[in-house]
């Protein structure tokens, strides 16, 4: 008898749980263990001189949590969120205690899928990414992006310190 755990192709282990996130003209991949909660849109509190990409902010368990548009962000396409938007409020990774969280207004609810080696390629064209964006994949065939959460939140501090001078 195989153990399956200490026989790496048979084992799942390498999958991992993701999420799609249907953006305006574009579809984000991104691990399930970014995702703190999705909510239905409702109107951010505007930011005044904010960039077109920074909607607001929204109220989320007692904090202020930026609200960016990735494809107006990434120059992919404008925003226009309204019914049937999502809320996609996701973890900082920057270690920041003052900001650990970001939204992101998504077109639907977000679908969970998992994400094997062999259901994951790189697209081989990967010139001119729009901004915030690591790669081009495919997911099972389907086209995504991998965001570089690390890029939009260094923009995201970038734009709320020229609000705070």
Not at 54 to 73: E, M, N, Q, T, Y
Not at 96 to 108: D, E, L, S
């Amino acid at each position: 008898m195989s153990d399956s755990r200490s026989n790496p192709v048979a084992a799942p282990a390498n999958d991992i749980r993701g999420v799609l996130i249907q953006v305006a003209r574009a579809r984000l991949l991104l691990p399930n263990a970014t995702i703190a909660e999705v909510l239905s849109y409702a109107p951010p509190e505007p930011l005044a001189e904010a960039p077109d990409w920074l909607l607001g902010r929204i109220r989320w368990h007692g904090w202020k949590v930026p609200l960016v548009g990735f494809s107006a962000l990434a120059g992919i396409a404008g925003e226009q969120p309204g019914l049937g938007s999502k809320v996609v409020v996701l973890k900082a990774l920057g270690g920041n205690p003052r900001a650990p969280y970001f939204a992101i207004v998504a077109q639907g609810f977000p679908r969970l899928v998992t994400v094997s080696r062999a259901g994951l390629g790189v697209e081989a064209d990967q010139e001119g990414l729009p901004d915030g964006v690591q790669a081009r994949v495919l997911h099972n065939d389907e086209p995504a992006l991998l965001p570089d959460l690390a890029f939009v939140e260094a923009r995201i501090v970038e734009a709320l310190s020229r609000q705070a001078a």
